[in-house]
């Protein structure tokens, strides 16, 4: 399977790899995270560990459980730390450490290596051993709730390493050894391999949606966070002036319990509209892919961002794209070089005007946006710098690979 890649990322990459993955093959590797399904974190893990094992790598990955009450908890930790004010009592956070005291008798951690992902999962730290333990933060930190912050920093001491997904994250409290490692995309995945034309007009024609005039298309989980009800707003701006359609795509997470009553928002938004396209969806990245490439611009007008996956899924599909200036976004769009950074509905509105009005100009900037994802946000780039996380005995305090 590693083979494959060969033809995107060259031979000498593929080797570099495989040289790297023949020190990790006498360990065991265990992720952690708390869903298999829906957002960016279930995403990776689903296209790395596959690419990993064909590396020779003994790597597995299981979910964290818990009930109703410890995804709501979860969901405005998650909240909480993206900078949104929500209420906590003191029984929130005895749900949270019942939920991950309970689930380390359920999960073998008995491996080498223990990898775990975002803060859901934090406190399994408590059943580490003699081996080495990594934390691993999607999230971006810069504007947290001092008082999630402070509960979950108790648990990072004990890690042997944090992941940031950017240097713009990376805490000057912590003082463990900081890794700074983007997220990627798989370019072979069937969420962004290439796909017959056929097929993505078969996929517009069967949602009812006219492939021949302008599409705007957000792909997200229905998250306040991800601004939905804004870009309806940014799309009835432009409605005014060029007759054009929206697609809001996107299925629920499992470990996401809002997601059902933001949806319901979204549709009182679209008032009606028929050229409004809301639609919840399995999971299925077949159909991600063609909603992708079918558009004319791709937007990700998030209020707050880790890193936004989608952003390189459709740069990936030399797709223009139009995104907030917030979070882990401006790592990959350069503002009119290889994509548009807006900080408001009327600019996001203008901006979609202008790519529409100037397909050439939305070609630059995909162009440029395809050759940025492959330099920097390929999944091969990604294991790379995990397999030498893994491998590295540091003591200094911030590491860039
Ligand atoms: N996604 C999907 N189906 C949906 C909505 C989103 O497959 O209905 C995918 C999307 O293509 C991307 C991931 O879920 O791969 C979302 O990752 P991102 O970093 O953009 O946001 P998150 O959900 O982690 O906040």
Redesign the pocket.
Do not use: Y
């Given at each position: 399977m590693i083979e494959n890649y060969k033809n995107i990322i060259g031979e000498r990459k593929v080797s570099e790899l495989k040289i790297i993955a023949e020190k990790l093959k006498n360990k065991s590797i265990l992720n952690v995270n708390s869903t298999f399904k829906?957002?960016?974190?279930?995403?990776i893990l689903t296209k790395m560990i596959p690419i990993m094992e064909s590396l020779g790598i003994n790597i597995k990955w299981e979910i964290i459980k818990g009930n109703e009450e410890f995804y709501k908890v979860t969901k405005k930790f998650h909240n909480a730390l993206h900078g949104v004010k929500e209420d906590f009592s003191q029984k929130d956070f005895e749900i949270f450490t019942e939920t991950n005291n309970s689930n380390i008798e359920k999960i073998d951690m008995d491996k080498d290596i223990v990898f775990i992902h975002d803060p859901q999962p934090i406190g399994l730290i408590k059943a580490k051993k003699d081996n080495k333990w990594f934390w691993r933060c999607?999230i971006d930190l810069t504007n947290s709730d001092k008082r999630v912050y402070d509960f979950l920093k108790q648990f990072i001491p004990k890690y042997d390493g944090c992941v940031f997904s950017s240097p713009y994250f990376s805490k000057t409290d912590i003082e463990i050894p900081q890794y700074l490692i983007f997220?990627s995309?798989d370019p072979l995945g069937e969420?962004n391999k290439e796909i017959e034309k056929e097929f993505i007009e078969k996929v517009f024609y069967d949602f009812g949606i006219d492939i021949k005039r302008p599409i705007i298309t957000q792909?997200?989980?229905f998250?306040r966070?991800?601004d939905p009800v804004g870009v309806i707003k940014a799309y009835n701006m432009v409605k005014k002036h060029i007759d054009c359609q929206l697609i809001l795509?996107?299925?629920?997470?499992d470990d996401?319990p809002e997601g059902v009553k933001v949806y319901e928002e979204v549709l009182e938004e679209r008032n009606n509209d028929p050229d409004i396209h809301i639609?919840?969806?399995p999971?299925?990245?077949l159909i991600?892919n063609a909603l992708?490439r079918g558009s004319t611009v791709i937007l990700?007008k998030?209020l707050k961002?880790?890193?936004?996956?989608?952003?390189s899924?459709a740069l990936w599909k030399e797709k223009p794209v139009i995104a907030s200036n917030v979070g882990g976004i401006k790592y990959q769009i350069t503002h009119k070089y290889n994509g548009l950074l807006s900080n408001s509905i009327e600019g996001t509105a203008h901006y979609i005007k202008q790519i529409i009005e100037n397909p050439e100009y939305g070609k630059y900037l995909a162009r440029n946006g395809k050759e940025h994802v492959k330099e920097n946000f390929l999944i091969t780039r990604h294991i790379k710098e995990y397999m030498l996380m893994f491998l590295t005995e540091s003591d200094k305090d911030v590491i860039y690979f």
């Open positions: 829906g957002g960016g974190v279930a995403e999607h997220p995309i969420k792909i997200s989980r998250d966070l991800k795509a996107g299925g629920g997470a996401d639609l919840m969806l999971h299925n990245d991600i992708q990700q998030s961002e880790g890193f936004g996956l989608t952003i899924e």
